[in-house]
Each structure stands twice: as structure tokens, then as C-alpha cells.
């Protein structure tokens, strides 16, 4: 069978990572094996979730009844079910979901009468708490399948610590990327010099530790030194894997799910206030926004370094009319030529136009000139993939030190 669990979590505390550790070790204590620990993460653009919009989902032999009851009370022990926003769902099934449903959660929207069909379809057992809608991400979890997958170990913190300042040493943390990248990732950020993988939120993480492989996120974590952790539990998630990217070929972009799109450059990259980048891309028939928000450090002098002209891919999430971008593929980035007028030949400056069909004039000695000189703009960018720091990067987003989704490239094609 299968748990799901699902926005037991508010900005004030919990984790339902933490909430399914805690489950797994009372099914085990009841008998009941736990095959996998899956922490499913869902379209990060809904406007309901809290934080990184992560569900969990158990997979496990013995009795739903009893499932479904310790799933149901540790909920009830756990969840922050006093936070107006927190309305958590659980839903254990021993048959097969439709997978479609967890498809369109990460990628899209589903309602919660699509969830409550496909329990109802399916005989499952569910629970759903307040308004319910914990229940859409429950079902996804049940109804996942990760044709990629990695692995991320969780340290959770003692209840009496939780809300207070997270002991973890930062040179441990950097000492374990040193020594297991790129076989794990965004434990800390080089660039940019800070530790990403402790979080400053309220709830009972200490720190998780994400790679390719359980062993090697091991490996990692034994370096760490902090705090005693209370628990740990090691996850497989679809983070790292670009589930959430729609390949863009359809004319239509959706406000809020994120896409993978070929395009050519339309503008000379703006800088705006607060030091946010923003490139016009021609898209098909269409020109679209593509923006690099300040928290992506240096990210935007990869976006500041493109010119008209040049083919991209890119990705990011579709809002408000522009692409927020997690990536992107310079395909090609000729050198551009201008033409300027030429310098004069007793003084090395630069003549000026003197007047329409006049040719050119020395300001400094009067001489003339009639050919321009062609110039090539050197370009600081060369064709391959740029991402953002690990500081910025989404849950979902694939990482380039995993490689890129060769079949997700091969439905967009360069432009
Ligand atoms: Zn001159």
C-alpha cells in the first residue's frame, strides 16, 4: 500500500518530511515494513503551499486500517492544524492511482474534486483536515512515479530546539561538498560562499544533504558535525530532476507551470532597479520576457552578457507574462559586427559623421575620411548551459552537474 500525506507544514513550523519520519517509525514499531520513503515534490507555483510545496508518500506492507490510523493521529499530534492556512490530507490506497494525477500536480493544477474522485474510484482510505486540500497533494504522492530520482538524508532537529538557531558547522558542510559534490549538490553555494542546505525557518530540519545515490548522501553527511539530530531519514525525490518543465511546443503558456523553450533573442538585456535582468526572447510568433531575479547573484551576468541575435533554451516558470529563469542553453552567440566610423590615421581618434553622404571628419585636426570600419563586438559568452546559484535554485530544477534531460532537448528543438 501506499501513505500520502500532505500540508500538515505552516510558515510558523512543522515539516511533513518530519511528520512521515515520525509515521514511518510507528508503522514499523506496529509491524508494518516500509519499503520507501518518498518525498514527492509538487508545482512550486500553486498559491496555497507553504514553502517548497513537498508531500509525502510511504509505501509499505501490512494492514491500510492500521496505517491509515497511525497516518491519522500522528497528523492530528503533529500538524500545525491551528494555522489558518494548514489543511492537511491523508490518503492510504493498496491499489494503483493514475499516475496522470501526480503528472498534473507537479506540472500543473489539480482540484480537490479531481482528488476526491480518483479516492473514490480507487476504494482508498482518506482523511482530509479543515478544507481539505492537503488531499490533492496526498493523492499525487500515492499516485507518483519518478522516471528519475534522487536521494536527500534529513536531519531533524529535538523538539526543544525547534525555533531556536541551528547549530551546524559551516566548515563541516563545506568539507562534505569538497569531498562528495558532484555526487551530491546544493549543500552549500561556493560562489557565493554560504551554506544552502540549513534552513532558517522555523520547523524541526536541521539540515538535509541531497545526491545521485543513498550512499553517497551518506557519505556527506558524515562529515557534518552539529547539533545531535533527533532523527534522520533518508528520502528518494523527485527534486534534481526537472519533472516540473512542459516541453514548450504548444502556443499557449499557462500562468504558473514551467516550461522548456528554444528561442532567439529580441532585446539588449535591461538592468532594473534592485538589480533584476530582463531579456525580450522571440518565441515562435511571440516575444516573451525572460527575467533573472536578484537572488540569482551571478546568474544575471550570464542574461547581461546576451545580444539580439542569439539562440537560446531556456527554462523557467511561466508567471505574470515572463519566463523566471532556472537555466538556460546559449546555442549560439555569433559575434556581432558594427560599423563605426574609422579613426584617423595622424591623430588615432575616432572621426565623427560629418553630415548624411558626407563621410566622416576628425574633430581634432580636420582630416576626412569616406569607408567605415567594420568592428565585431567580442562576446564574454560562449555557447553551453548557465543555471543559477544553488542559493536560488528550485527544488524540482536539475542541477547541471546532473547532466540535462536529453528527452526533454530532443521535443525543443533550436530554433
Ligand atoms: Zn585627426
Known sequence: MRIGIDDTDSPRGMCTTYLGAVLIRRLSRAGIAVRQARLVRLNPNVPWKTRGNAAVCIEAAGSPREAFRLACSTVEEYADLAHEHTHPGVVVSDEELPSGFYQRAVQGFCTLPEALEIIGNAGALSKGYKKKMGLIGATA??????????????????????????????????????????????????????????????????????????????????????????????????????????????PELQEGCSYLLAGTVASVPRTFKGGHVSVLMTWGNQSLTCMAYEPTKGFREVVRALLPGDRLRVAGSYKKGSINLEKLQVLSAPEGAVCMPPVC???????????????????????????????????????????????????????????????????????
Open 141 to 250: 504522492a500515492v499516485s507518483s512515479y519518478f522516471d528519475d530520482a534522487t536521494y536527500e538524508i534529513l536531519a531533524y532537529r529535538d523538539r526543544s530546539c525547534w525555533g531556536t538557531p541551528r547549530l551546524v558547522e559551516r566548515e563541516s558542510l563545506f568539507a562534505a561538498d569538497l569531498h562528495t559534490y558532484p555526487h551530491t549538490w546544493d549543500t552549500v553555494d561556493r560562489e557565493n560562499g554560504v551554506v544552502v542546505c540549513v534552513p532558517h525557518t522555523p520547523d524541526p530540519v536541521l539540515f538535509g544533504i541531497r545526491g545521485e545515490r543513498p550512499g553517497w548522501v551518506a557519505l556527506a553527511r558524515e562529515e557534518v558535525i552539529s547539533e545531535r539530530p533527533s532523527l534522520e531519514q533518508v528520502w528518494i525525490t523527485n527534486q534534481g530532476t526537472d519533472a516540473h518543465l512542459i516541453p514548450g511546443i504548444s
Open 345 to 415: 590615421e595622424r591623430c588615432g581618434k575616432r572621426m565623427t559623421s560629418a553630415g548624411t553622404m558626407k563621410g566622416y571628419k576628425c574633430r581634432r585636426c580636420g582630416g576626412r575620411g569616406r569607408e567605415p570600419e567594420t568592428v565585431m563586438i567580442p562576446r564574454t559568452i560562449t555557447p553551453g548551459w548557465y543555471e543559477v546559484p544553488p542559493t536560488a535554485r528550485r527544488h524540482l530544477a536539475r542541477p547541471l552537474c546532473r547532466g540535462v534531460r536529453e528527452d526533454l532537448l530532443s521535443l525543443v528543438p533550436a530554433p
